[in-house]
């Protein structure tokens, strides 16, 4: 008996599905590789997250690169574009699109924090006008199921984007397990959902590592991709041990002895 699914649950996780690839890339691509060089990614996989960000998030790389490194500079003080302890949770957390904007278009955190990342010429043409990118996103909707039923696959993945992006800068500075000092949290559960973001104080504590998780409890599948692309040579890790920041050293006191001895 052939079973038919109905189409509303197709374009759902068609949306679902998208949002997770844009989510990956973004960890993989604007976060570990691009933001902090924990990962240097071949021309061609490069290229390729790219062009899907392009298409699925309309996201500009360097000004993406730019916000998060602001916010490690200036992580919960004056100065950070996104912190739930200046804004408040709810803000950051339905309004981080908002926030982000206004430090993406602002010079001086272009000028400071992006300017080792050029504009090449596919920015040019292509990356740098991302409503061209979200529309052609749509057109691949629109050819698989129709323009109504592309509206309701589109809607899934930017509203599932959105909040997921949002919840690792709320969450992951409000809620949560404190493996290291400072305001940045762990959450297990975000961290499935988001390729291994959610395992934000280690992220904060070891920012070049390329590898989030820390303990054996803890799991960043993103990790278990890099390691993929690493064995296809699509990829290099910058290191694979996990060097804390000074002020992680500082604090890890009784913290230390929870933590596995195996950190990489
Ligand atoms: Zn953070
Ligand atoms: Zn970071």
């Known amino acids: 008996m052939v079973t038919v699914v109905p189409k509303v649950v197709v374009v759902v996780l068609a949306g679902l599905v998208t949002c997770q690839l844009a989510l990956l890339l973004t960890t993989l691509y604007l976060h570990r590789t691009l933001s902090h060089r924990a990962v240097t990614m071949r021309p061609g996989l490069a290229f390729a997250s790219r062009a ?12 993406w690169a730019a916000v998060h490194r602001r916010h490690h500079a200036y992580t919960d003080v004056l100065g950070d574009p996104h912190s739930p302890v200046l804004e408040g949770y709810w803000k950051v957390q339905l309004y981080n699109i908002g926030l982000y904007k206004k430090a993406a278009h602002d010079a001086e955190t272009l000028r400071k924090y992006s300017r080792d990342i050029k504009v090449d010429k596919w920015d040019k043409v292509l990356f740098d006008h991302g409503f061209v990118g979200l529309g052609l996103g749509y057109c691949i909707f629109w050819a698989l199921f129709g323009w109504r039923w592309a509206l309701v696959a589109a809607g899934v993945h930017v509203v599932s984007y959105l909040l997921l992006n ?99």
């Open 52 to 63: 899907v960000l392009w298409v699925s998030t309309g996201i500009r790389p360097r000004e």
């Open 166 to 264: 949002a919840a690792i800068n709320a969450i992951g500075h409000r809620f949560g397990k404190k493996a290291y000092p400072g305001v940045a949290t762990n959450n297990q559960w975000l961290a499935f959902l988001t390729w291994g973001e959610g395992l934000h104080s280690n992220h904060h504590a070891a920012p070049t590592a390329a590898k989030f998780s820390f303990t054996a409890s803890q799991f960043d599948h993103g990790w278990l991709v890099i390691k993929f692309f690493k064995k296809l040579g699509w990829l290099q890790v910058r290191h694979e041990a996990v060097h804390l920041t000074a002020a992680a050293q500082e604090g890890l006191g009784p913290l230390q002895q929870e933590r596995e001895p195996e950190l990489v």
